[in-house]
T-cell receptor, first 117, second 115 residues
């Protein structure tokens, strides 16, 4: 199956710093990538949808100025948590989809665990 | 409303027992996909199955089986002869046609298999 990677897998940073997380589709071109957040012992919540070359679409309640998403190429999307605070500590998971349709499979990355001190 | 309900928060069984994880969904769409994912302690989501709304055939894959019943809006997952390696959080999920392919996850069921 298709492979999606995330980097870094784990990051610890100080409050107030910005953190960038990369999501790459390794063996296919992803027209659409999704970013999810998962708090401990909770479900995955969609944060935003990004299409290559256009602005991301954010879900209600997600601050677009705090969570900057860039999908500059068909194989790379980045999520930057700006001025991170302890409440941003979470597990961030991306997924990538090759096609545009509902029947196209989303492939999930392994996740990035962010801890803000 | 479009949502997925997994009423069982945690289940613990002894190894070799059979266990069924329940999933009930709501959607106004007639076309949709249902999924099951496994999330082991490492955190990575493991895809188990995808079912479209027009295919009500039950599926069996080794020790895993799925029962899709549109009449009750349920998509239950059974593990036969459970093993310790099956311990994980299992998520049921839904993608309605009108959702622009967004996946709506249930709250998950934490399954513990005791030796």
């Amino acid at each position: 199956g298709a492979v999606v990677s995330q980097h870094p897998s784990r990051v610890i940073c100080k409050s107030g710093t910005s953190v960038k997380i990369e999501c790459r589709s390794l063996d296919f071109q992803a027209t659409t990538m999704f970013w999810y957040r998962q708090f401990p012992k909770q479900s995955l919540m969609l944060m935003a949808t990004s299409n290559e070359g256009s602005k991301a679409t954010y879900e209600q309640g997600v601050e677009k100025d705090k969570f900057l998403i860039n999908h500059a190429s068909l194989t790379l999307s980045t999520l930057t948590v700006t001025s991170a605070h302890p409440e941003d500590s979470s597990f961030y998971i991306c997924s990538a989809r090759e096609g545009q349709g509902i029947k196209d499979t989303q492939y999930f990355g392994p996740g990035t665990r962010l801890t803000v001190l | 409303a479009q949502k997925v309900t997994q009423a069982q928060t945690e289940i613990s069984v002894v190894e070799k027992e059979d266990v069924t994880l329940d999933c009930v969904y709501e959607t106004r769409d007639t076309t949709y996909y249902l999924f099951w994912y496994k999330q082991p302690p490492s955190g990575e989501l493991v895809f188990l199955i995808r079912r479209n709304s027009f295919d009500e055939q039950n599926e069996i894959s080794g020790r895993y089986s799925w029962n899709f019943q549109k009449s009750t809006s349920s998509f239950n997952f059974t593990i036969t002869a459970s093993q310790v390696v099956d311990s994980a959080v299992y998520f049921c999920a839904l993608t309605p046609y009108s959702s622009a392919s967004k996946i709506i996850f249930g709250s998950g069921t934490r399954l513990s298999i005791r030796p």
